[in-house]
């Protein structure tokens, strides 16, 4: 019986896309025990280093990784039309591997320079996810786009639930005594080695037509430009981009507040963000389908952004870490509508004609409201206190709650429907 996995590439691209969120995700409970955590003997840095300095290098360390995505995303995808989705799928991957190994190495020798070094490597070569968008945009016809697409949504959740569980546990010595906080780095690098022979062997190239088209090297760029003066959705993107800088601020420094209030390691943290993308998940496939059957997006988002940031204060207010279980169903439902409201929100307010284009534009806001949050993150914590990123996070998301209820204005065709 023939072999039939080398006609699925859409199984290929839903790995690629999943260890993108991977590696972005597993560092959450690993990386505040190595900068925030004075008291971990996983901390990396000498006496007479300050707690704030751990801080902004917690937050620098986290922001280059999104940094070099928003940059390198265009230009990976542009490259893959000129030499193919193959090609540039199985280079990033080898880059996205190598990349782990260097991380695991750092952490090993306390080498805090190679730590971002390694992370801005990965940005660069992990930002694949414009590639595997196109190789699924060849493949899809105008019947299973929807389906096909939606396959990168499940990939990005299932990266954010299994990323931090995956740095949680195998970072943990208590389970097994050789694991160590470079343990999920080599785990993760032989994922993505394996995800490299896997395109080697089993992805066929989708691209029919190459281009030879000059590349754009500032693409995000003009994305960025392109966004706050695109008739009809620039309200919407500006709400994009406060919706994610604020998830990024609440998650770049909650797993410090989990430190600080609970003493809560680094197996505790990534199990807590694992429950988180659990919720979600229920979120986006129960939750988000019913809500849809009596309420419009604009509607949904309007309530769901203020709300979410109210969960966000809730969270200073447990005085036992059960507690916060109790609010986590809640703040991920409520993010779980978010995230799928308003790209869909973002879609029905363009014509079929521009949709890749919006695509694209979509992305680079998302790519750059990862990276700032953390950066500025780390300063903020440093000058005032490790809560106050948490606190922005809620102010980011009741922003973007108002633009939505008061300033954006759905045509009326969409009011209608």
Known sequence: MKFKFKNRPLVVVFLVVFLDLLGYSILIPVVPQLFANPESSYFLLPATFSIQTGYILLGLLLGIYPLMQFFATPILGQLSDRYGRKKILAISLVGTAISYVAFAIAIMTRNVPLLFISRGFD???GGNIAVAQASIADISTPQNRAKNFGLIG???????????????????????SWFSPATPFWF???????????VLLFFPETLTKFTSKAMSWFQSLQNIAAAYTMKGVKTLFVGTFLFQAGLTFFITFFGVYLIRRFE????ATGEFFAFVGICMAFSQIVITRTVAKFAREWRVLSIALPAAAVCVLLYFLPTAPWQ???????????????????????????GPDIQGEVLGINSSVNALAQAIPPIISGYIAASLTPNAPIFISAVCLFTAGIILWKVYKPTRQMQRE
Not at 168 to 173: H, V
Not at 188 to 198: C, K, R
Not at 264 to 267: A, C, F, I, S
């Open 123 to 125: 940005g660069i070569t």
């Open 154 to 176: 499940a990939a990005l959740g299932l990266g954010f639930i299994v990323g931090p569980y995956i740095g949680g546990t195998l970072s943990d010595p208590g389970i097994i």
């Open 188 to 198: 993760a690098a032989i994922l993505s080695s394996i995800n490299v022979i896997s």
């Open 264 to 267: 809560y390691d680094q197996g």
């Open 324 to 350: 916060m279980y109790l609010i986590t169903p809640f703040f991920a439902a409520f993010l779980g509508l978010i995230q799928s409201n308003l790209p869909a929100l973002i879609s029905r307010s363009v």
